[in-house]
């Protein structure tokens, strides 16, 4: 339902973003059919950089999920982290590919 608030009323996107921040809070990625919701509705965010800053709030191994499943939003997802990274967790970083292998 919350990809389709995006489709008819793209102004919702902020709102649905701090819905699903808290969907994070509360493990989404437990229950297998939320999660591919989940995932959906963040790709179609992720058109105005919204769902970005989510999806790095998500553990290393459901980010790298993320990334691996949805290539697009992956590519983008990248480029926003190596922006914030400095503020991200290592593991986050390593899930996206970003992490210094000069040290």
């Known amino acids: 339902m919350a990809s389709q608030a995006l489709v008819y009323c793209p102004a919702l996107a ?3 973003m701090s819905l699903m921040r808290r969907l ?3 493990k989404i990625w437990t229950k297998p059919k939320l999660w591919t919701g989940f995932v959906k509705c963040c790709a ?3 058109a105005g950089d919204h769902a970005l800053p989510v999806l790095l ?3 290393a191994a459901q980010l790298k999920q993320v990334v691996e499943s ?3 939003l992956g590519a983008r997802l990248v480029s926003y982290a190596a922006t914030q990274a400095a503020s991200l967790p290592p593991a986050s970083l390593e899930a ?3 992490n ?3 040290e």
């Open 57 to 59: 709030l998500l553990p």
């Open 24 to 26: 994070v809070e509360r």
């Open 70 to 72: 949805q290539p697009d």
């Open 96 to 98: 996206l590919g970003l």
């Open 100 to 102: 210094d292998d000069d």
């Open 44 to 46: 179609m965010a992720a």
């Open 14 to 16: 902020e709102f649905l």
